[in-house]
């Protein structure tokens, strides 16, 4: 069992991680001191290219912080990319649909699915794991499908059932604009996080959201959200040199 798995699936209290957009491995190096569960490199919303996300996951691995990766596309590339790299989960963006959670748990897998395998990558130990140890290394990769739409809030329980999907993100901006909304906590838009919310707890699964603060995460908490992102590397700088800027703002 991976260290993500074991952390994401068998820990008394909720995970707490925060993303990752700055194109250095050095941050995280940095943020394996910090006590955070894990973290997630952007590459939706970030310039990190293939090369970068290679060497940010080599220095998650020297820091012992479980990386996960939320993915720019689905093209199957991609998700073979992402996981030779030795990433231990993917975040999957706009999963509306039973089917496209199907797929991306397919494109994950090695037995029952369609990645590709070579004994030559990270995940595999550069060839030292042996074919059988690699293919079950590389199954344990965490897929975490975003709800993003009201098809996919619709969806959210047929979605949280397929098997290999781990668990459910609610993306609130994305979701808002779907919505035709352009505020993330319009009592709709909360209101459609919170039914996604509960369709991951009902099927056992991990239930995430994003919090802007430790209020609303505990406000989550107590709903029983288990897994959050808060902020990013770039929010964390931002806030913190405000803050010597600014200190009795």
Known sequence: MTLARTLLRHSARYQVGTFVKTASPHVIEILGHSGLDFAVLDAEHAPLDRAMLDLMMLAGRAANLPLLVRIPDNLPATFLSVLDMGAQGLLVPHVD??????????????????????????????????????????????????????????????????????????????????????????????????????????????????????????????QGVNWFVMGSDQSLLRDSAAAMAHPDA
């Open 97 to 222: 649909t039973v089917a496209q959670a199907e797929a991306a748990v397919r494109q994950s897998r090695f037995r029952g699915g369609s990645r590709g395998y070579s004994s030559s990558p990270r995940f595999a130990g550069y060839g030292t794991l042996g074919m059988a140890k690699a293919l079950t290394a590389g199954d344990q990769a965490l897929v975490i499908c975003q709800i993003e739409s009201p098809q996919a809030v619709a969806n959210a329980a047929a979605i949280a059932a397929v098997p290999g999907v781990d668990g459910l993100f609610i993306g609130r901006a994305d979701l808002a604009l779907a919505m035709g909304l352009e505020d993330a906590k319009h009592p709709d838009v909360l209101a459609a996080a919170d039914h996604s919310i509960a369709a991951a707890l009902a099927a056992g699964k991990l239930a995430g959201v994003f919090a802007g603060t430790p209020a609303e995460r505990d406000r989550y908490a107590a």
